[in-house]
């Protein structure tokens, strides 16, 4: 579904990606660590066309990523994002957050776009929360309203920035178990995350990055468990076990 061929990306004289290539199936998670400024989160706004890239191909079912080209939308409304600070509509209610994008942009009726986002927010634990404004909910809660949000679009893919990072720890399973239940679903994902527990429960592969290249990759329980690398290694003893 999505593929990666040789993709380099500056910012200035910066190399943050240097040749990466990767592919997803669809239905399959994908989870992406590494160290900060290794690049994880670049990679996501490349597939999603928020950042352009230099050289390489990103792929979307067979149709190329350009930030520029016209169809840029169609890879847009396939492909959704959650990010780590939810970025919520301040004025808008939770329910009017999710169907924004429906009816804004797929043009879908609007009671019909109410009804889909009422369902959503059921699925994500929050029927009771439709009529609630972002800063009368948690910080867990607002993350559910964006994955709900999120599938409003019917995408074939979500891609997951860090979701967990911004939350207090008690918030962070809340979260986890609503994309548990996208992962049983189905639902291709390529998620990236320091939550390693998470990543080796759902996870299909694993993708280790450092330095804008990736490091190592394989089936989530090899890589987490018995990496080969000894960068994955270090990262993971110092991850595991802070210092």
Known sequence: ?????????????????????????????????????????TILRCINGLES???GTITVEGVKV????PSITAVRTQVSMVFQRFNLFPHRTALENVV??????????????MEHGRQLLERV?????AGSYPHELSGGQ???????RALAMRPKAILFDEPTSALDPELV??????MRLLAEDGMTMVVVT???SFAREVADRVLFLDHGVIVEEGKAAEVLSAPKHARTQDFLRRVLRPI
């Open 1 to 41: 579904m999505i593929e990666l061929v040789d993709v380099h990306k500056r910012f200035g004289s910066l190399e943050v990606i240097k040749g990466i290539s990767a592919s997803v199936a669809a239905g399959e998670v994908v989870c992406i660590i590494g160290p900060s400024g290794s690049g994880k989160s």
């Open 173 to 178: 399973g809340e979260v986890l178990a609503v």
């Open 142 to 148: 607002q993350q559910r309203v964006a994955i709900a």
């Open 125 to 129: 634990g929050l029927a009771n929360k």
């Open 194 to 196: 320091h939550e390693i």
């Open 53 to 55: 890239y230099e050289a």
């Open 66 to 69: 350009d930030r520029d080209a």
């Open 100 to 113: 924004e994008g429906p009816i804004y942009v797929k043009r879908e009726a609007r009671d019909a776009a």
